[in-house]
Structures are given as structure tokens and as C-alpha cells.
């Protein structure tokens, strides 16, 4: 009875351990590799262009295939020694997050968030835009959102817009910035690309890993 009752304890230890972590084979939260990075999911908040939690976003948690992480962290301790990290707003995004991308933006009528996400771009050219897609290069999970903070008071060095700014002032090499916000997008750029990244044109914050371990699958495990 007693190594029943053992087996059983061991069983219930485990299954709740799985359960707890819930991850895809192949992905990390990115904790259990960089520990001190900042995290910002906006996503799981109502700060996003949307103005709702997103769908299967359950938790705030980052989650990245390894191979991306292990990239990040090789960042991350580039930056550490001058008191800058990383702050990260999104990696992983499951495809039912951005069904709901796609179903708002055919809602024309909320426009909750315009002012601070899109002021300029009307809502019904979000899609013809490229803003709004049915496919997403996070579903690979290998893309992730980032920017770079202070570590004396985690607030992040200014570029010129904030995340997910829907307009060409966030496009990476936009002159109409300032020198300083210039300045801190190449050095964000220089060292994403130099640890495997590529960058997106459109938008500073954005980045995919060169070598994406899945780049043919768009992944719908929710993020819990």
C-alpha cells in the first residue's frame, strides 16, 4: 500500500509539473533562460492596438523556440556590461491570437485605440497596409518584439515611437528622427543582426531569428 501510495504522489508531482509548464516541444519560457530580462506582454493586457487581452493569451509569459532564446541571451550580455537590457513586448503568438487581429480589423466601428496606435492609417486600409495579416511570423515562433531599457530604472531608451506604432515613423531607418532616437534603433539593429537576427523594415522593434527551426509551421498551443 505504502509504495502505491508513493507511485501515486509521484504521478500527481509529475502530471502537474507538465501541466504547469505546458510548453511545445522545441520552445522555452524565456525566464529559464535569461532571467532578468524585462517582460512587457501587451498582448496579455489591454495596452495593445486592439484595446482587449488577446486571444490564448493566458499568462504573462514569453515564449520562444530555444534556438531563439540562446540568441537573445547572447544579447543580453552584450548589453549588461554598459546597465542596458532587453525588454521583450511579444515572441511566440499563437494563430488564434492573430484570428483575432483579423477579426477586428473588419470591425470598423471599434477604433478605441486609433489615437495611440494608428492615428494616421485609417482602420479599412490596415490590411492593404500590410498592419493586419492572416499569417503571422510569430506563429513560428522564432520572431519577437524588443526594445532596450536602463537597467537602473527599467525604462527604455526612447526610439522615436513606441511599440507597435502603426505608421512609417516607426521604419527602422526613418531621418526624420532625432540623432539620439537614430542612434539607439542602430544599436538595438547591430546587435540583433550580429546574434542571427534579421530586422523587418516596417517596424524597429521586430525581429526573426536567420535560422527559424519551424519556418514552415504556424504553431496554435495557447500561451498559458
Known sequence: MKHLI???????ITAQTVMADNLHKGFVDIKTIIPYIELDMRYFSRDNFVGERIDAYEANRCLITKETASALKKVQEDLSP??????VFDAYRPQSAVDHFVRWAKDLNDTKMKQKYYPDVEKKNLFK?????????????SSVDVTIISLDNLQALDMGTH??????????????LTSEQRAHRM??????????????????WHFTLQNEPYSDTYFDFKIK
Not at 554598459?82 to 525588454?87: N, R
Not at 497596409?129 to 515562433?141: D, L, M, Q, T
Open 82 to 87: 554598459f546597465g542596458l537590457g532587453l525588454k
Open 6 to 12: 508513493l507511485i501515486l504522489f509521484l504521478y500527481l
Open 129 to 141: 497596409e500590410g498592419y493586419i495579416a492572416a499569417k503571422s511570423g510569430h506563429s513560428r515562433g
Open 163 to 176: 511599440w507597435d506604432f502603426f505608421g512609417s515613423l516607426s521604419w527602422p531607418h526613418n531621418l526624420s
Open 187 to 204: 544599436l538595438l539593429q547591430s546587435l540583433m543582426l550580429r546574434h542571427g537576427f534579421r530586422a523587418l523594415k516596417e517596424e524597429w
